[in-house]
Structures are given as C-alpha cells and as structure tokens.
Nanobody, 124 residues
Framework: QVQLVESGGGSVQAGGSLRLSCAAS????????VGWFRRAPGKEREFVAG????????YYAGSVRGRFTISRDDAKNTVYLQMNSLKPEDTAVYYC?????????????????WGQGTQVTVSS
C-alpha cells in the first residue's frame, strides 16, 4: 500500500510559479510511475504530467508543455511538479497518483493510489 501526500499549492498571480510535491510512503514507491492530474471547477479530471520509474522519463499534456516540469527524487520518495508561467486556466485541485505500470498513463483508471489533492489558484 502506497500513501501519497501532496503539498505546495497556493494562490499566485498569472505569470508566477509554484512547486508541488508528492511525498510517497509505504511500498516500493520508487518502482511506480507517477502522474499529476488536475480537476478544475465544473470540469473532468485531466492528466497534466507523468514520469516513469527509473530513468524518470517525463510526459506532458500539451497545455502545460514548456511551462511545467515533472521530476522525481527517489532518495526522498518524492515527485515534484514545477509550474512556471502560470495562467488563470491552471486553477484547479492538483492530485498526484502512482501506478503499478512503469510508464505513466494519461488515463486516471490506470493509477492505483491517489493523494488527497492540493489547491492551486491563479489570479489574473
């Protein structure tokens, strides 16, 4: 069983930056692919970024590519999402999720464990 805890959310102005963290405990967390998803008010949950287990290849949704960077520090059992050039449309609750797959999927049903989410609000 893997437990995931997100942190780092908050409120920023457009153009600002935030770094989200997803700390994992229990199980062989470093062997899991990890994805970040978000759910904006009134919208479906959507894939944002994912990273494979070692060597840590990254994948991004088109809407965030070039602005967001996902990375992992297996020594700390933590996955990060660095978010730069934030836009009001990035406002959402952000969730990290771990998958038994070695490569991340853009489908939320491919993930086995989820964090509780962290709110990101970007004002114009």
């Amino acid at each position: 069983q893997v437990q995931l805890v997100e942190s780092g959310g908050g409120s920023v102005q457009a153009g600002g930056s935030l770094r989200l963290s997803c700390a994992a405990s229990g199980g062989a967390a470093r062997s899991y692919a990890v994805g970040w998803f978000r759910r904006a008010p009134g919208k479906e949950r959507e894939f944002v970024a994912g990273i494979t287990s070692n060597p840590g290849l990254a994948y991004y949704a088109g809407s965030v590519r070039g602005r967001f960077t996902i990375s992992r520090d297996d020594a700390k059992n933590t996955v990060y999402l660095q978010m730069n050039s934030l836009k009001p449309e990035d406002t959402a609750v952000y969730y990290c999720a771990a998958s038994l797959r070695t490569s991340p999927s853009g489908k939320d049903y491919d993930y086995n464990y989820w964090g509780q989410g962290t709110q990101v609000t970007v004002s114009s």
